[in-house]
């Protein structure tokens, strides 16, 4: 799988109702940082159940 951004391989994929979107590093990092910088974090926590290491 591919970025939804650019032409890099994904590093992450994340899945809702059926699509699934991948993201390379650097475009998971600047998305993760404007999470950070919202009020949206707060509600994202709230709708995902976060687990550490398996």
Do not use: I, N, W
């Not at 979107?21 to 994202?44: I, Y």
């Amino acid at each position: 799988m591919y970025c939804h951004y650019c032409d890099r391989e994904a590093a992450y994929e994340a899945e809702s109702d059926g699509v699934t979107v991948g993201l390379c590093e650097v475009h998971f990092r600047e998305r993760v940082q404007e999470l950070a910088d919202s009020d949206e974090l707060e509600a994202l926590k709230e709708h995902v159940d976060v687990e550490g290491p398996e």
